[in-house]
């Protein structure tokens, strides 16, 4: 079955019309100081522009308002999306909001989804979710949050951090422990916690390398939380217990693609600014695009570039054609692959512009700083690849050939080519 990254010429069009958008209407907001409610209303009509287009909330289904997009078609709109931080909210995109969203819409039940999911894409509600633990890091199999079922409640307790939105969501998303007993990965279920349920102990955000001093207005955040003897009536919980991990996967595994592309509409952005610098900056008696040196980063870049947008949207084929399940390995793949690239583009860019690329004059050093962490969310390089290693060999087996054994295949080698020796030893 042959790939086809192709879409028809009225989608083309909206794609043609983001690209002017966000160019125009969205990264000249990336100079404004706004706050948090400076930019909710800054943003509002931005967002009624993309809701006329029918491009809010495209990933999920119409009968939720979304556009119902594919893989392909959403990876190609992440592509542009991902040129600027601020693009994501406007198009109802955003994380962790987005991925909850689907979340909830493929397992909660319809009381959940009336209550959590439809306000949740009107707009009129924030979400986080909350699932990394300082003991757990990237092996979810590790948590030690536990859920306690009591009577018609459950009683979280545990403690949560690198909790995306935690400190400016109206719910939660939480992942716990509900049979420490139950193999690993049907050990944990995920809940609904409002955020002024009582217990629910939002230490600090988490200042970090992309976000020194604040978010300067955009959604989300990295939060620590405590969860303590925090109630909850058991209509909260998402789907049956031991989901939890299985829910994980299939709210992670499209994410991890949407970023994937994002990287690479930023890696855009950086190489466009590394080749326009290359052709106006003059220094040594010629041009930096003459140099040998910029020469081979710019088709280095160019090379990496091409490469990780083809193996993403392969990924997001595959998935378009039998889900999640039949892109696992593309998926794992490109995450490390994909975020090694944006941060060879940008690291790039920023050499060429010498000291200016070092200064927040350009925003080189912000996209730079983001993309060091795209190494280490949704699960470190590290981690990727030994499942893509691990998968890949699943289809060979071992197989020993002893050294005494090379002289027989050699000698059989030979008799059943010999015709073909003698010809071309007749022919020479």
């Not at 198009?91 to 969203?101: E, I, K, M």
């Not at 020993?400 to 059943?416: F, G, L, N, S």
């Amino acid at each position: 079955m042959a790939w086809d990254f192709s879409t028809e010429p009225e989608f083309e069009e909206k794609l043609e019309w983001m690209r002017g958008f966000v160019r125009d209407e969205i990264i000249p907001l990336e100079t404004l100081a706004l706050d948090a409610d400076a930019f909710t209303r800054a943003t509002a009509p931005l967002k009624e522009e993309v809701k006329a287009q029918g491009l809010w909330a495209a990933h999920l289904p119409p009968e939720l308002g979304g556009g119902g997009f594919g893989q392909v078609k959403l990876g190609l709109m992440h592509e542009i999306l991902g040129q600027c931080a601020y693009a994501p909210a406007i198009f109802g995109n955003n994380a962790p909001d987005s991925g909850n969203a689907e979340l909830l819409a493929v397992s909660a039940d319809d009381e959940q989804k009336k209550k959590w999911l439809e306000p949740l894409l009107a707009g009129q509600l924030r979400s986080a979710f909350s699932m990394t633990e300082p003991g757990a890091g990237a092996d979810p199999t590790l948590l030690a949050t536990r859920a306690v079922r009591d009577g018609d409640d459950y009683v979280i307790n545990g403690h949560k951090w690198f909790t995306s939105n935690g400190s400016v969501a109206d719910f939660l998303i939480v992942m716990a422990v509900t049979d420490p007993d139950a193999p690993a990965r049907r050990r944990a279920t995920m809940f609904v916690v409002p955020a002024g349920t009582p217990g629910v102990n939002v230490l600090r955000d988490i200042e970090t390398m992309g976000d020194i001093g604040g978010h300067r207005g955009r959604p989300g955040g990295h939060s620590e939380i405590v969860y303590t003897d925090v109630r909850i009536p058991a209509a909260n919980r998402i789907g049956g217990e031991g989901d939890g991990f299985l829910l994980a996967q299939k709210r992670l595994g499209p994410g991890r693609i949407h970023h994937c592309m994002r990287w690479l509409g930023q890696s855009r952005r950086a190489f466009d600014m590394l080749c326009e610098r290359a052709k106006s900056r003059y220094t040594h008696g010629s041009a930096l695009a003459d140099k040998q040196m910029i020469q081979d980063w710019i088709a280095t870049s160019a090379a990496e570039m091409t490469a990780a947008r083809l193996m993403t949207l392969q990924a997001a084929w595959k998935m378009d054609q039998g889900g999640t399940a039949a892109a696992l390995t593309d998926i794992a793949m490109i995450k490390f692959y994909g975020a090694q690239v944006l941060y060879n583009v940008i690291d790039r860019a920023i050499q060429i512009h010498g000291s200016l690329g070092y200064t927040t004059d350009l925003p080189l050093e912000s996209m730079y700083r983001q993309a060091r962490a795209a190494r280490i969310y949704d699960g470190p390089d590290e981690v990727h690849k030994v499942t893509v290693a691990r998968r890949i060999l699943r289809d060979y087996e071992a197989r020993e050939v002893p050294a005494e054994h090379v002289p027989t295949r050699r000698a059989a080698a030979e008799k059943k080519f010999a015709h073909l020796l003698d010809a071309a030893s007749a022919n020479s």
